[in-house]
């Protein structure tokens, strides 16, 4: 089975880097469709973004042979047609969530009925990570440690020097 994981990674976290190695043990192929959400002004260009993943996963313990990382610039749901992806995957942080996600999945579920989206509920320990959280906190040059791959300190830092 093939499937998407999509999001905005502006920046990628460890929490959504935790969602890929659990995902990715899930799937034949799990392909990282990196978006714009035209609602978000972003730091990161999405080349950017897409680099940060690649180096991110490149500096962790990840079996990369099964993850291909990728741009998209349109309706999720035709590119996930058009990679002939079976599967959407999106993390639940917290009952917040919810509400959203709920919308997109049956909004996708309503424009292709073949392509089912899946939830796996993040860590514990990633519960309250976002990416506005660590930005912030590079921002005011806080303690980045626990929250990003070293790669992406060293550009976030870069970004707001
Ligand atoms: N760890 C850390 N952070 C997490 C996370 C995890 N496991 N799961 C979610 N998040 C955070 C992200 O960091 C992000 O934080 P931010 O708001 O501070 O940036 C937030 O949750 C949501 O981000 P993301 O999962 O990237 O969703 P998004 O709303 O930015 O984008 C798209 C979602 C790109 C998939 C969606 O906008 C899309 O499909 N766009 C294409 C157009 C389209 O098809 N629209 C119709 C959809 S029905």
Redesign the pocket.
Known sequence: MRAIY?????PI????I??IIRASKLFDELRI?V????L?NSVFSIDERVELIEASLRSQDVDISKIIVEK?D????DYAKKVNADVII??L?AVS?YE?EL??AL??KEMNENIETIFLV?SGK?SY?????VKEIAYFEGDLDNFVPDVVKKNLRNKFQ
Not at 35 to 38: D, L, P, T
Not at 74 to 77: D, F, R
């Open positions: 999509p999001g905005s990674f502006d976290t460890n929490g959504h935790d969602i469709a978006g714009g959400n035209i978000k998209f349109s309706l999720l749901i999106r993390g942080r969530d959203y919308q997109m909004a996708n993040s990633y990570l976002s990416s506005s959280l």
